[in-house]
Nanobody
Framework: QLQLVESGGGLVQPGGSLRLSCAASGFTFSSYTMRWYRQAPGKERELVAAITSAGNNTYHADSVKGRFTVSRDNAKNTMYLQMNNLEPEDTAVYYC???????WGQGTQVTVSS
């Protein structure tokens, strides 16, 4: 069964940090580019970060550049999103996505609030 499962979301104060994980199963994770998206209430889903199959190339949206870092561990079939210096505007449901297979996770809620 093709599956992506996100974890690591929660409530954090502005300026805090969280690390999201995306665990993959049912396909050859190490062969595929992976992406993180987020969707805030009333807004469209937006691309946050992406990483190539070997992890040697990454992309970060301008809104998170310098604060978020995408990485992966192919031995563990897992992708990560390290989020530092979080802002209230980062509040959203975060999803991981395998674009080549069009597989989506169920999402994990991140809330940044004092």
């Amino acid at each position: 069964q093709l599956q992506l499962v996100e974890s690591g979301g929660g409530l954090v104060q502005p300026g805090g940090s969280l690390r999201l994980s995306c665990a993959a199963s049912g396909f050859t994770f190490s062969s595929y580019t992976m992406r993180w998206y987020r969707q805030a209430p009333g807004k469209e889903r937006e691309l946050v970060a992406a990483i190539t199959s070997a992890g040697n190339n990454t992309y970060h949206a301008d809104s998170v550049k310098g604060r978020f870092t995408v990485s992966r561990d192919n031995a563990k079939n897992t992708m990560y999103l390290q989020m530092n210096n979080l802002e209230p505007e980062d509040t959203a449901v975060y999803y991981c996505h395998a674009p080549t297979r069009d597989i989506w996770g169920q999402g994990t809620q991140v809330t940044v609030s004092s």
